[in-house]
């Protein structure tokens, strides 16, 4: 693979950065890993497969067409499903845009001790200045990039020895750990569904595909990116929740701050480990946050028919920088009510999980539509999972509600 | 219309399921259950902030991240305490019960409050000095969850 190749596919990197592993994922997979310790490995596995058949498929739309998934979804599904499915779509992003914005404070804090919330407003500035001044490419390669510094999580684990055939049995025969209910663990398995399968991140990968101008030459590219971005997501989330199993489970401690998420990197490497797991939050958390700023902006724009993309000058897309400015404003205002972060962060990727078929039906149907794909229509497997995670996406969103009310949201 | 009345029934559902309320507790059972839990939320922020101690007096942590972690984890305990201590008593047998947990909350809320500031103030012997309280709160709070699960 020739170099420009390879720096393409910091798309896939940054989307599985900011996207698959961002304050929702590792809130979630650092919160089970201490409550049920690798009893729920499988969800995010199978969250990853999931993630990773779906993103492909709405790669190879935007590859194939030109046009990304949400700019299809009214012309293919009409006015009024694909205006339920903005609503739904930007409500959750936006919930998400919240959480991320206040997870960049809440890194800062934990290297400066300064509190999360004086932070907010410049995250905010910074994340609008990005978007508005970098290029496209840069604000990939930096943050999903430096995102990798979170790998430390899996050298963390492999310092702290842990006892491997455990954590592997924990894995392999799932259990209801003493004092929690069926329920509850359900409730979780949910959560880190949702977390690996947010919708954003399939809004931002195809509309990214997009603003870097894929064509049909680009679905090698398309395929590395997805499968070896997200399954790398995966690896880290998975790192997060056997080190949480180890060194929390042990002690009866439930993980209710992002701080915690980063203790047991400490416990194992010291302060080198510390900073990089502190980094690589920042660079995740401020990955997700541009994605999520983006993605608000992107669902809008494309339902509408309005000139959208980052790469187009202000003043041709002016709606588009304007939502843009608009979401980002509005989850500054609302982070700095005091809302607890971890709380819309729970709640963003448990509401995902209830809108996933929403996001997800419209991309199944387009991506086998051969007015739009011509030849490069599902094939046969992409089919077979796909219809296999739609049925799992419906069931989960039925009961996502009733078992949030049912379990006090896992509490 | 409702299709409205559908709406605005989900809505109060999930919003009344993000909220934790005080509540009262029917029976004894119902209030050493409370109990319980209130024991269990405090025993976690102890020791979330004993090992954030022993991290950073080993100079595995920065002193900044290690404020962090024990003002998080004192604030924790003191809202665990403070659910609890609103939450009406049914009996005599359960006003015992109230005791005895509000005895080992105090003394965790204390030490967690004497950490956070030799924490805040980086003095690694001051906080040093708060790594066997710390254990003894700990062993504490776990045998009041053992003898009341």
């Known amino acids: 693979m020739n170099p420009k190749r390879l720096a ?34 499988w969800v995010v596995v199978f969250g990853v497969l999931g993630i990773c058949v779906f993103a492909e498929m709405a790669g190879r739309v935007a590859a194939v067409s030109g046009r990304p998934v949400f700019d299809l979804v009214r012309e293919r599904l009409g006015a009024k499903v694909g205006l339920a499915n903005l609503f739904a779509s930007f409500f959750v992003t936006f919930l998400t845009l919240i959480a991320e914005v206040a997870g960049v404070a809440l890194a800062l804090q934990l290297a400066t001790d300064v509190n999360y919330l004086l932070w907010i407003p410049l995250v905010g500035i ?85 603003e870097e101008r894929w064509s049909r030459r680009d679905l090698v590219l398309n395929k590395a990116n997805v499968f070896i971005g997200f399954p790398l997501g995966g690896f880290l989330s998975l790192s997060l929740m056997g080190l949480t199993a180890t060194v929390f489970k042990p002690r009866q401690i439930s ?38 700023a983006l993605s608000c902006s992107y669902t809008v724009s494309q339902y509408f028919g309005w000139q959208w993309g980052k790469r187009t000058a202000p003043r041709d897309a002016a709606r588009f920088h304007l939502l843009v400015i608009v979401a980002l404003l509005s989850a500054v205002l609302i982070g700095l009510t005091g809302v607890d972060p971890i709380m819309v962060t729970e709640y963003s990727i448990v509401l995902s999980a209830a809108a996933l078929p929403l996001t997800y039906i419209p991309i199944l149907l387009v991506a086998n539509d051969p007015d739009y794909m011509g030849e490069r229509v599902n094939g046969r497997l992409s089919n077979v999972a796909g219809s296999i995670y739609l049925v799992v996406l419906v069931v989960v969103s039925a009961v996502t509600i009733p078992l949030m009310i049912a379990t006090g949201a896992g509490s | 219309m409702p299709r409205l009345a559908l709406a605005g029934l989900v809505v109060v559902a999930v919003t009344t399921s993000c909220v934790h309320p005080a509540g009262t507790a029917r029976n004894l059972a119902d209030y050493e259950s409370k109990a319980k839990n209130t024991a269990e939320s405090v025993l976690s922020a102890v020791e979330t902030a004993g090992i954030a101690v022993d991290a950073g007096t080993r100079d595995r942590a920065f002193p900044a991240f290690v404020t962090v972690v024990v003002g ?74 053992a003898e009341h699960s």
Request: glycine share 10%; no cysteine; charged share 15%.
């Open chain 1, 8 to 41: 393409g596919m910091t798309l896939g990197v940054l989307t599985a950065m900011g996207g698959f592993v961002d304050i929702g994922d590792i809130v979630a997979n650092a919160e089970t890993g201490a409550r049920f310790g690798m009893s729920l490995a």
């Open chain 1, 126 to 210: 910074l994340v609008w200045l990005l978007i508005w001044r970098v290029r496209f490419e840069n604000m990939e390669r930096v943050f999903g990039l430096t995102g990798l510094a979170l790998v430390v999580m899996a050298v963390a684990l492999w310092k702290l020895s842990p006892d491997w055939g455990d954590l592997f049995h924990q894995a392999n025969h799932p259990a209801v750990p003493r004092g929690e209910g069926r329920p509850t663990l359900a409730y979780f398995g949910i959560a880190l569904f949702g977390a690996a399968m947010t919708p954003y991140e399939v809004f931002f990968f195809s509309s990214g595909a997009v």
């Open chain 1, 255 to 292: 993980v209710d701050h992002l701080s915690q998420a980063a203790l047991p990197t400490s416990v194992a490497l010291g302060k080198v480990g510390l900073a990089l797991v502190i980094v690589g939050i920042f660079a995740a958390t401020f990955g997700a946050a541009l994605e999520t």
């Open chain 2, 72 to 145: 998080e984890a004192e604030s924790d305990a003191t809202a665990a305490v403070s659910g609890f201590e609103a939450i009406q008593p049914p009996n005599a047998t359960s006003d015992r019960l109230r005791d005895q947990l509000g005895e080992l909350t105090d003394q965790a809320t204390d030490i967690l409050a004497d950490t956070r500031i030799a924490a805040r103030r980086a003095e690694t012997s001051d906080l040093l000095a708060q790594t066997q309280p710390l254990q003894q709160t700990a062993e504490g709070l776990r045998s009041f969850i």
